[in-house]
Each structure stands twice: as structure tokens, then as C-alpha cells.
């Protein structure tokens, strides 16, 4: 079993709809959450983190925690084709600097 | 200050060669990640440092893999006796290393390295 899963997609959403991405993990010992954009021939770029159980917002993106279920998903509001790239989710856990990512979900947000 | 930073872009090497992959990482960040990246799937860890010493070693695949950081700041990657195998998008990040388990991690540009 994977430590943290996500669908590859691609995920087809129409411009100006909202978008969700999920995750699952494996490690109940996991405390940090990030999810990472990234485009095609790029490196990763930070969106947003969350910690605790529940939502968090920040502009069009929120993110949700549920720690009993082991997963976060990541919501994006108003898509844009400018949103079309692939995302990436990341543990973390205490004690450790190690993060380990899943394989990414592709986004295509369609015009 | 500047974002990190990797040299070169982009290198070609043969099969068998050694190859050197350079990290800058940004000013004050005490803690640095290399990560290797294959079409299709996400960063795979490789090694983490704090400070000038190498805390957590297990994402190197085999002894061919061999990082150095001996001030603490920048960082070289070095891949011996390359493979096939080997080719993919190198990954360097860096985190201000307060919080374990929760850092954020800021990463460079990468190296694309090709074995032929």
C-alpha cells in the first residue's frame, strides 16, 4: 500500500467551477499536510498546509482535514485554465523532516 | 533573498560517468532536501540534511548516491558509476528546519539529468 495516494487523473473541470482534489494516507502518526501545484516542466510550488481537523481557506483554495478518515482534499473555487497544472499532496510527520508526496492529480480546467 | 537555486539545469552523461548536482539553498535555511523526480510521479525523498549533517539518509536508493553539505549551506548530490536507471528530475529544497513534521519546504528549479 502506497503512503499517500491520489488519483492521477486527469480531473476535467469547466472553467469557473469548483474543483476537488483528494488524498489518503497511510500513517495515523501524520501531522502536516501540504499541497503543492505543479506545472508541466516546473518545480513544485507551495499552495497552502493544514494541521488540524477541519477547513482552511485561503483565496479560491481551501483545504480539508480529516485525520480519523486520513485523508485532505484540497477545493478550488472559480477554476481557471491558468489553474491547469498537476497537484501534489504531502505528509509530513512529527519527529521526522521526512515528507513524502503522492504521485499527483492532473487538472485540467476546460475554457 | 533569492529562492534556491540548482546548477546545472539540465546534464547529459554516459552511462558509467560520475555526475556532480549542485544545491543553493535559501539564506538561513538550516534544512535541506534532495528528492528525485520520474515522469508521472511525485518527488521521491532522498536525503535530508540540518545543518552540515545528514539526519535522515534512507531515500538513497544504493552506495552509488552520496550527498555532501559541509558548511551547512550548499549542497552536492553525487551519483557514481551512472545508470539508465538514474535519469530523472533532480530536486532541491529548502525549509527554515523550526519544525519537524511541519516545515514548508521551498524547492529549486531542479536538475534534468539524462543517462545515455
Known amino acids: 500500500q502506497k503512503e499517500v495516494e491520489q488519483n492521477s487523473g486527469p480531473l476535467s473541470v469547466p472553467e469557473g467551477a469548483i474543483a476537488s482534489l483528494n488524498c489518503t494516507y497511510s500513517d495515523r502518526g501524520s501531522q502536516s499536510f501540504f499541497w503543492y501545484r505543479q506545472y508541466s516542466g516546473k518545480s513544485p510550488e507551495l499552495i497552502m498546509f493544514i494541521y488540524s481537523n477541519g477547513d482552511k481557506e485561503d483565496g479560491r483554495f481551501t483545504a480539508q482535514l480529516n485525520k480519523a478518515s486520513q485523508y485532505v482534499s484540497l477545493l478550488i473555487r472559480d477554476s481557471q485554465p491558468s489553474d491547469s497544472a498537476t497537484y501534489l499532496c504531502?505528509?509530513?510527520?512529527?519527529?521526522?523532516?521526512?515528507?513524502?508526496f503522492g504521485t499527483g492529480t492532473r487538472l485540467k480546467v476546460l475554457a | 533573498g533569492a529562492g534556491v537555486s540548482q546548477t546545472p539545469s539540465n546534464k547529459v552523461t554516459e552511462k558509467g560517468k560520475y555526475v556532480e548536482l549542485r544545491c543553493d539553498p535559501i539564506s538561513g535555511h538550516t534544512a535541506l532536501y534532495w528528492y528525485r523526480q520520474s515522469l508521472g510521479q511525485g518527488p521521491e525523498f532522498l536525503i535530508y540534511f540540518q545543518g552540515t549533517g545528514a539526519a535522515d539518509d534512507s531515500g538513497l536508493p544504493n552506495d552509488r548516491f552520496f550527498a555532501v553539505r559541509p558548511e551547512g549551506s550548499v549542497s552536492t548530490l553525487k551519483i557514481q558509476r551512472t545508470e539508465r536507471g538514474d535519469s530523472a528530475v533532480y530536486l532541491c529544497a529548502s525549509s527554515p528546519g523550526k519544525t519537524s513534521g511541519g516545515d514548508t519546504q521551498y524547492f529549486g528549479p531542479g536538475t534534468r539529468l539524462t543517462v545515455l
Open positions: 504531502a505528509v509530513g510527520t512529527s519527529g521526522t523532516y521526512k515528507y513524502i
